[in-house]
Nanobody
Framework: QVQLVESGGGLVQPGGSLRLSCGAS????????MGWFRQAPGKEREFVGA????????HYAEGVKGRFSVSRDNGENTLTLQMNNLKSEDTAVYYC????????????????????WGQGTQVTVSS
């Protein structure tokens, strides 16, 4: 069945960098927009960044713009989140997610709901 597996989390100092990866299997990876979400203790899960199925378009939450970058490799079925200049407020469990993207001659749109979630990887930014 479909699996999304995150890796790369760990402990870093404020101002440091981490790169998270998400490996996908069991689905036509190139048919899905992919994104990253995070959830800190006592907080709701929040959107971090996303990328279209072709990799041509990205979108980020305001709080991570200029620091985080989402990319994908459809040949390897992988999604990446490069995180720079990390802050303590970035501490959370990070999840990758897949959402079906539909395209026609008139353009593309994404499904309203997430189709698949990974189980998450812990990122801790501590001084």
């Amino acid at each position: 069945q479909v699996q999304l597996v995150e890796s790369g989390g760990g402990l870093v100092q404020p101002g440091g960098s981490l790169r998270l990866s998400c490996g996908a299997s069991g689905l036509p990876f190139g048919n899905y927009a992919m994104g990253w979400f995070r959830q800190a203790p006592g907080k709701e899960r929040e959107f971090v960044g996303a990328i279209s199925k072709q990799g041509w378009s990205t979108h980020y939450a305001e709080g991570v713009k200029g620091r985080f970058s989402v990319s994908r490799d459809n040949g390897e079925n992988t999604l990446t989140l490069q995180m720079n200049n990390l802050k303590s407020e970035d501490t959370a469990v990070y999840y990758c997610a897949a959402r079906r993207e539909y395209c026609s001659g008139e353009g593309c749109f994404e499904a309203d709901t997430i189709a698949y979630w990974g189980q998450g990887t812990q990122v801790t930014v501590s001084s």
